[in-house]
């Protein structure tokens, strides 16, 4: 009988553990393997030039490599240490940077900025009073998105461009709708810089390339050189070429980061390790936090929907998907796209770094990896982003000029001379042979000017990603032109005769 019962004890016990749901081990990690043959097949599908991926699991770097080639004049090979600009990507640098000053004590999230920056001065007593640096670096502070991004190439230096805000009229009130700005960003990055005492470019070196070892990382475009250098790439009327490279070193903060995929692995290691070694985890936990919504637009791509929310936290942005949390940050600039993903609860992230021009091939990658690590079939939703990428190529496409547009009745001659805008500062509208060219500020920034329809002119600034913009005159009594609008700059004010 005793026998009977230690026999009916363990049965009974074996039969629980069978039954009964049991803490399973670590399932297995997907395989690198899977990802890197998708990838290989993306970069011919989204016709790529080249690419490194870097990806981080477990406190570890499990893949790093580089895909194509840098430039498509030349065969040397992408690998992950080849240099690529990083485009908005830098903006993460930037909010990390100022939260290594906020650790050392010297800067609050919500402090008004003019505590750290006395001379800066918002369109109204209230901007002034109350804008911080969380506002900057979450997107929050009413400033109409895109908003002034072409002060950088008209050759102001940074103290210039913070002066010049004044003259910066919101679109929102503070706070109260997320508006994509670069010039925020920049803003963002000249306050921790003068907390600090230093500038920007040597806050981010000092504060997260020196201490993460990132040796091949930099916060400057111009005369960039380097045996592994990637070029930029464009499709232009159906053609892959070389493009020259946004230069916007002066708002850096906001765009001029260059890295690499090892580089950038070290990057997302220390944020998924909690800010080791530079940072407090409680630090990292305020970057990542949603500061601010924002609506899904067109540039979020699948897995973002309107399932999954949007949101900024300072320099990154964040969403929920598969019931994680999901921090990212992407960028594009001239022949180059940037994206690095990190999902904390599992400890992976993943950078994609490409040479060409408004692609979706890092959402796609990003895509397929993140389905991976969270267990959902990989190709989820890849139709809708290849699909997304020729929508996007069909948005490039210069419009088409009117039918037999009406004439020009006056003369060209009735343009030239200097205008101004207070934001913007001066543009002189000069003739250069029979053609009409807008020079724009101590760089002389130079669009050409050609006729539309009618009264209305468009003018094109170089390089791959400018797009014709319209403009209009308005023709004072003596028959010359007492002002312009700039669909983008806005209103400019004849000064002076013409020279």
């Keep these: 009988m005793k026998l009977f019962r230690v026999c009916a004890l363990a049965l009974a016990i074996v039969i629980l553990l069978v039954s009964f749901p049991r803490a399973s081990a670590a399932p297995p990690r997907h395989e690198i393997a899977d990802l890197d043959a998708f990838i290989a097949k993306a970069m011919k599908e989204y016709q790529v030039p080249g690419a490194a991926i870097a990806v981080v699991e477990d406190g570890k770097v499990v893949l790093a490599k580089g895909y194509g080639v840098r430039d498509i004049t030349k065969p040397d090979k992408v690998d992950e240490n080849t240099i690529f600009q990083l485009a908005s990507v830098t903006k993460s640098l930037t909010g990390v940077a100022a939260a290594t000053v906020v650790d050392s004590g010297k800067l609050d999230w919500d402090t008004p900025v003019f505590n750290y920056l006395p001379e800066f001065v918002g369109y109204d007593p209230y901007m002034t009073r109350w804008l911080t640096e969380r506002d900057l670096l979450a997107m929050r502070t009413g400033w109409s998105a ?48 003068r907390a600090a005492g230093k500038s920007w470019n040597d806050l981010v070196k000092d504060n997260v390339f020196v201490p993460l070892a990132m040796t091949r990382s930099g916060t400057v475009v111009k005369g960039l050189q380097d045996a592994n250098l990637s070029a930029n790439h464009a499709l232009i009327d159906g053609k892959m070429q070389v493009v020259a490279p946004s230069i916007l070193d002066t708002t850096g903060a906001a765009s001029s980061g260059t890295s690499t995929a090892s580089d950038m692995a070290k990057f997302m290691l220390m944020l998924l390790d909690k800010g080791k070694p530079i940072l407090k985890p409680e630090t990292v936990a305020e970057v990542f936090k949603r500061s601010m919504v924002s609506e899904v637009g067109f540039a979020e791509l699948p897995p973002i929907s309107e399932t999954t929310g949007f949101y900024y936290g300072l320099g990154v942005d964040s969403y929920d998907y598969a019931g994680h949390q999901i921090i990212e940050k992407a960028g594009a600039l001239a022949g180059v796209r940037t994206i690095f993903t990190l999902i904390p609860e599992k400890n992976a992230g993943i950078v994609i770094l490409a040479n060409l021009n408004l692609t979706t091939f890092p959402e796609a990658v990003r895509a397929f990896y993140i389905n991976q690590v969270v267990g959902i079939e990989p ?19 210069p419009p088409s000029r009117p039918t037999n547009p009406p004439k020009f009745v006056g003369t060209l001659e009735s343009f030239v001379g200097v205008y101004e805008n207070d934001y913007y500062g001066r543009c002189a509208i000069e003739l250069k042979g029979q053609d009409l060219q807008l020079v724009c500020g101590p760089a002389k920034y130079t669009a050409a000017i050609s006729h539309w329809s009618g009264g209305e002119f468009v003018a094109l600034f170089p390089g791959a990603t400018q797009a014709a913009t319209p403009m209009t005159f308005t023709i004072g009594a003596d028959g010359t032109a007492d002002s312009f609008t700039h669909e983008e700059f806005g209103l400019f004010t004849r000064v002076k005769e013409k020279e």
């Design 146 to 193: 895109f908003q002034g991004d072409s002060l950088d190439s008209f050759g102001y230096d940074r103290a210039e461009i913070v002066r010049r805000l004044r003259f910066f009229q919101p679109r929102y009130s503070l706070r109260d709708v997320a508006q994509y700005s670069n010039m925020g960003l920049f803003l963002g990055g000249e306050v921790p810089a």
């Design 379 to 397: 190709t989820t939703d890849q139709e809708k982003i290849l699909t997304a990428n020729a929508e996007i190529q069909k948005l490039l496409a």
